[in-house]
């Protein structure tokens, strides 16, 4: 069996072009996700979050990337969960699209803010009724004694909601990271990898530079 730890793969053959790249980092980062669709890369919307806390310390996790528009780029979560505590307190976010398997990677830097309460309503509404049982069920990130216990409130939740629409939790919604740099990775022979990284100016407009790998 191989050492994962000492494995060395010389990544792909397929370089990041300047003249590839799109103006819109957003645009690129659209075509790069369907990319990643396409190459049959699991869970292509993953994306790993990172927030800081009252102590600055950083903390991530996996969220799901749920649409992208103008402003940014949106997930759902619970609000007094203990990320959505932190971006409420410290709006900075960080993002990283993982995505090995076609020798790529996408970071993000931003600003996250709560979406409109309608655009939540929205959302909620279309997801599958026992997630939304469990968005109530669930205190995000509170311990708890037993597995049990979440299980016994979800059949109480099931009873109290039967025959009726679930409505969403206050303290459950979105949040969009405005984007301010966005950096794409494309995996080179020898370590000789491509980045290029937008950065975005006070007037708006982005500026774009190539790193060194
Ligand atoms: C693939 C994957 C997708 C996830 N998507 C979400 C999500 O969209 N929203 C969410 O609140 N948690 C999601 N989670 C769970 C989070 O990673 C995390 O455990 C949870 O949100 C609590 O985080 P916190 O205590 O830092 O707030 C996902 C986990 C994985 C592995």
């Not at 203990?82 to 993000?108: D, M, T």
């Not at 009873?159 to 301010?180: L, M, S």
Request: glycine letters at 6%; charged letters at 25%; proline letters at 7%.
């Amino acid at each position: 069996m191989s050492d994962p730890l000492s494995q060395h793969t010389d990544y792909g053959q397929l370089p990041l072009n300047d003249s590839d790249v799109l103006a819109d980092p957003v645009e690129q980062f659209r075509l790069w996700l369907a990319n990643a669709s396409d190459a049959d890369v699991y869970e292509p919307n993953a994306m790993v979050l990172s927030t800081v806390d009252a102590d600055s310390s950083p903390c991530s996790r996996t969220v799901l990337l749920r649409a992208i528009d103008n402003s940014g780029f949106e997930f759902f979560t619970n609000y007094s969960s203990n990320k959505g505590r932190e971006l409420i307190a410290n709006p900075a976010a960080a993002l990283v699209f993982p995505w090995y398997s076609i020798h790529r990677q996408v970071l993000v830097q931003g600003v996250a803010r709560p979406v409109a309460a309608l655009l939540s309503d929205a959302y909620f509404a279309s997801r599958p009724r026992g997630s939304q049982i469990a968005a109530h069920a669930s205190e995000q990130s509170q311990p708890i004694a037993s597995r049990t216990l979440l299980e016994g409130r979800v059949a109480e939740l099931e009873a109290e909601f039967e025959g009726r629409d679930v409505p969403r939790p206050d303290d459950w919604g979105g949040f969009v990271v405005e984007p301010t740099m966005i950096e794409f990775w494309q995996g080179r022979s020898s370590r000789l990898h491509d980045r290029v990284r937008f950065v975005r100016a006070a007037s708006g407009k982005w500026d774009r530079m190539r790193l060194q790998p």
